[in-house]
């Protein structure tokens, strides 16, 4: 294990600082993440989606997205595989246009009794093409979510509840046709928010899981190589127990290769205390009980599977109009990165890419906001190894750890949600693997590497709703050619601590341990 001794300087008046010590073990990793545990939604939402008196989406929904922006495609770019699902609260309304069944192929339109207020929409196999050009030239992974109430009737006693089976005619034709094309499709994920209570609609659990036999057996179909043959995905919605459960013994064995649930535990995008939750550790701590009972699940009655996040935009109804695009919302967007990780998920879906007021990108400009940023120093510095990170210190001060991505070593995300403390962070080693050996200094293992790599990411101004974020002191713009800026780390002498500025996110790469578990 590692040991890093921290310590806590309340004020500039405060001569010495009061230690604490943060753990990190390197015997052993705790969980694993997908390599793409990043991963960031597009929306079906037209551009007149509308909450609060105001309509966040402009043209950023799959069907009129501008899909030869070149911020866009170079955004995605820079992850190098960036996890993209393509999918959201009206997918269960979309029509496929291809064969048969799919004559008639209307758009979205404002209609009281629709689905979330709107008449079904349609998917011309022509913009089909034209996403996965975007797809292709940016080596994006594709999940995409399937209509699943196509062929359902609505329970005479329960307007809510969906009987019958899932129609998969039109997904058929559609899949044949993705395949036909050589489209590369990552995984196959049936239905959104249908499950448990639903949200709009709801499906038994029981007939979920014998369609999602059948979806399974029209994967394996259509994609008979299993080196190329997508993952199937569900139920995408909010978790419940019973059905859960229900859900995963009645699909059995092999059937569902990611156990998705939707996560927005900030609450309504109009909530004026949206901020204070956002910086309120105690507050964040409560969604770890649900992370950790999805997990359960997947032990007990799931094991062929993994969890993940399938979507996440911490507060629902497009966000919070002047905090979810801004730095402070990084507080809670990275601290739930490194939170399911440690709860063995694989994969975390940010919604959204674009739209909305929670994008990772401006809706109208396309300009990376802060989430953006941290997000990508996430995918490039952690590693799939998670360990574990422990300190008896502020709760104001959150700390994860990985093995390194792509160096030797491992690397610490610490986030800094006081307004007034500064964290020093000195490290040292210590292995546990011989109790009785002396514990090895930092001057004793900086040898291997004398310098450290640090990210620190501030807002402009030291305002934390500003959507400008600093790189250790120095502006991330894009370059003149619209590309994403280089980022590149701080080098620091390894023997000193690190410095941790309220209000205040670093990433650091320590490439001078040499934990067991990354090795």
Known sequence: MFTFDICL?????????????????GVNSIAKTDDNFICATLDWWPQNKCDYNQCPWAKSGILNLDLENKILTNAIKAFDHLRIRVGGSLQDQVIYRIGKPAKKCPHFKKQETGLFGFSKGCLHMDRWDQLNNLFNQTGAKITFGLNALIGRKQSSQDNSLMTGKWNHKNAHDFMKYTASKGFKIDSYELGNELCGSGVARRIEAEQYGKDMIVLKKLVQKLYPDPNTQPKVLG????????????????????????????????????????????????????????????????KLYGQWSGAWVGEAGGAYNSGGKSVSHTFVNGFWYLDQ?????????????????????????????????????GALLWHRLMGKNVLSATHDGSPYLRAYSHCSKKTAGISVLLINMSNSTTFEVSVVEDMNLYPNEETKSLEDISGDSNQREEYHLTPKDGNILSDVLLLNGTPLKLTESLEIPSMNPQLVDATLPI?????????????????????
Not at 245 to 274: C, E, K, M, R
């Open 9 to 25: 300087i309340e004020n500039s008046q405060q001569p010495f600082p009061e230690e604490v010590k943060l753990t990190v073990k």
């Open 235 to 298: 139920p995408g919605g909010f978790y419940d127990e019973e059905w859960f459960n229900t859900f995963l013994q009645t699909s059995g064995p092999n059937v569902v290769d990611g156990l998705t649930h939707h996560i927005y535990n900030l609450g309504a995008g109009v909530d004026p205390t949206l901020i204070d939750k956002i910086q309120d550790p105690f507050f964040l701590d409560q969604v770890a009980q649900t992370y950790k009972d999805v997990s359960t699940t997947v």
């Open 337 to 373: 990165l490194g939170m399911t990780s440690t709860f063995n998920h694989k994969v975390f879906c940010r919604q959204a890419l674009i739209g909305g007021n929670y994008a990772l990108l401006n809706t109208t400009t396309f300009i990376p906001n802060p989430d953006y940023y």
């Open 499 to 519: 410095t941790i500025a309220p209000d205040s996110i670093v990433f650091a790469t320590l490439r001078g341990f040499k934990a067991p578990a990354c090795s």
